[in-house]
């Protein structure tokens, strides 16, 4: 619902609009309301994105009631109440690609038309305002000459456009409805719903669940915005001749999207001095190297600025184990390179191509083969290696690129007499470009499941730390929540490191999307995941009282440090690994 716009006292012009507000002419089918799962994920997605220097769209509140609607949250027939909410939004303006939409003629493979079909001078207004409005500029360059004014809109947003997906892919986020509708006409991030922060490195990340093609996968964001852009030169025909807009599609955006994107990475690679043209490689080698050892996206960024130049072999090794434990154990490498092709669909898709490319071309494509392919190779692999020779694997990769990456760097100080100086610079640059602290799906959820049993502090606690993701924190007292997982369960992760302590760690079955804390107990045979301590030592120093409802059981209840149960659903996840007993 569109409240109005504001203007700041500096003449900076806001958009306000209320979602989840109910109905209105264009609910459609839907009741037109928003619940307090989803608006929680959007106020703190938005504000995250903010922080991180990616341009948005804000939220300025949310407002949740006792009212309550019906949602299939997971779609699969097991719906629930939850609370109606409404958040308040803001940005310079919220038209979209997808409002020049609305005039085009009908398209002759579906039939479908604009509802404004043939308005062209509602279009025409709509434009000016675009223009004249968030592009003032251009309005000034080209006063008499429409055409060329409209192609220099054109081009800056195919550039806006680039530099914000480039800006994506460098913080792992996935959007996850990357259509016309979702395309800001300013070149912000819009309308958070599934998306998702990726964890571990993959290319093939999906965030949406219903996304079953990969459409709109982190791989193919670049892509599928570039897309968008093609159809929102499609909508401004005639003020915009096709040749003219497709033309500079083709000049602009993917020289856009690679320079900014390489720029980005030189400095989360703390590459500061020279720009080598050797550097793209450097870098594909490092999500390969990543994407390999199923390393988390985030963390590893951020623990590069620790590398040195000079490391001595014991402090190399010392850096290794910290990589190591920021790598995929074997269950979840497996999880992630599964073959998803039957093996008949698979050689049919390659009899297929050989014999009949254009039938071919209409059901797959040459790169989705490829990619299963790979999987396949990768499984294979993988079915033959112990937990030591993944981790003798995992240590020979970054082992290879860590020499290249030194080897590189090197060259930054070839022509520096102040080497101390340009390192303390490198590191300040790097932890100003790798945060400390992303919105990981498990964190929202946490804050979610708090809200909705009527605790909001949780939120107050995310959101605050992610209002400074580039600054390490010791007030958050959740630090856990921004670990990496460590393992599947105690007993993989004391076989990972031989030297790791009985205490507390972050851990994710291979069947549940939820990492949660276990106390691991360090045995002469292994590691013991302690499902329930009972020693009259509670957190706050009494003991903990065990005549608890179904559902505390279910759920657990106590602290990992002290008395405690770990919870139904978490040792049932625990007891269905394959190969493992309880």
Request: net charge negative; glycine share 6%; aromatic share 10%.
């Amino acid at each position: 619902m569109y409240l109005g716009e504001v203007l700041g006292p500096a003449g900076r012009r806001w958009e306000v609009q209320l979602k989840g507000a109910g109905l209105t002419p264009f609910s459609r089918q839907a009741d037109g309301r928003k619940v307090l799962r989803s608006s929680i994920r959007e106020f703190l997605c938005s504000e995250a994105m903010f922080h991180l220097g990616i341009p948005t769209t804000r939220a300025g509140t949310c407002v949740t009631s006792d009212s309550k609607v019906i949602r299939d949250v997971f779609y699969d027939g097991n719906p629930k109440h939850e609370r109606c909410t409404v958040v308040l939004r803001i940005a310079s303006t919220f038209i979209r690609f997808g409002s020049f939409e609305i005039f085009k003629p009908m398209d002759e493979h579906t039939g479908r038309k604009g509802p404004s079909v043939n308005r062209n001078d509602i279009r025409t207004q709509m434009l000016n305002y675009v223009i004249s409005t968030f592009y003032p500029e251009i309005q000034q360059a080209y006063p008499d000459n429409t055409i060329q004014r409209n192609a220099a809109f054109f081009r800056e947003i195919t550039k806006r456009t680039a530099r914000l997906v480039a800006e994506w892919q460098c913080v792992g986020f996935c959007h996850g409805v990357l259509n016309t509708d979702n395309m800001s006409i300013v070149g912000l991030t819009i309308d958070y719903g599934p998306f998702g922060f990726m964890d571990r490195y993959d290319p093939e990340h999906i965030c949406n669940g219903s996304d079953n093609t990969g459409r709109y996968a982190y791989n193919k964001q670049p892509e599928i915005c570039k897309w968008n852009l093609g159809k929102l030169a499609e909508a401004l025909v005639p003020e915009l001749p096709l040749e003219i807009s497709e033309l500079i599609l083709e000049e602009e955006y993917n020289v856009e999207f690679e320079k900014h994107y390489l720029q980005k990475m030189r400095k989360k690679l703390g590459l500061i001095q020279l720009e080598l043209e050797e550097d793209n490689k450097l870098v594909s080698e490092l999500l390969e190297t990543m994407h390999l050892t199923g390393a988390d996206f985030t963390n590893i960024f951020r623990l590069l600025s620790s590398f040195s130049v000079d490391l001595d072999f014991l402090k190399f090794e010392e850096f290794l184990e910290k990589i190591a434990n920021q790598c995929a154990s074997m269950e979840e490498l497996k999880v992630a390179f599964k073959p998803q092709m039957d093996p008949r669909q698979l050689s049919m898709m390659l009899m297929l191509a050989q014999s009949n490319p254009q039938l071919f071309a209409l059901i797959g494509t040459k790169a989705n083969i490829n990619e299963e392919l790979e999987r396949i190779e990768q499984y294979s692999k993988l079915q033959q290696l112990t937990a030591a020779d993944l981790l003798s694997r995992n240590n020979r990769h970054w082992t290879e690129w860590l020499e290249k990456y030194r080897a590189r760097l090197e060259k930054e100080i070839e022509n520096i007499n102040a080497v101390d100086t340009w390192n303390a610079e490198r590191v300040k640059v790097m932890n100003s470009n790798n945060p400390k602290y992303i919105l990981r799906n498990y964190i929202a959820q946490n804050a979610i499941e708090a809200a909705e049993n009527g605790d909001f502090t949780e939120v107050r606690k995310v959101l605050k730390l992610l209002e400074d993701p580039f600054q390490e924190t010791e007030s958050f007292n959740e630090k856990v929540t921004q670990e990496t997982v460590q393992g599947g369960d105690c007993t993989e992760i004391f076989a990972k490191n031989m030297n790791a302590e009985s205490g507390v760690y972050l851990i994710k079955p291979e069947k549940t999307a939820k990492p949660f804390k276990a106390f691991c107990e360090k045995c002469e045979d292994g590691g013991w995941t302690v499902f329930q301590r009972q020693d009259g030592k509670g957190e706050d120093g009494q003991p903990v009282n065990f005549m608890k409802a179904w559902r505390s059981y279910k759920r657990g209840f106590g602290h990992v440090e002290y008395e405690h149960w770990l919870g139904l659903d978490n040792i049932y996840t625990l007891s269905q690994q394959a190969g493992k007993t309880c």
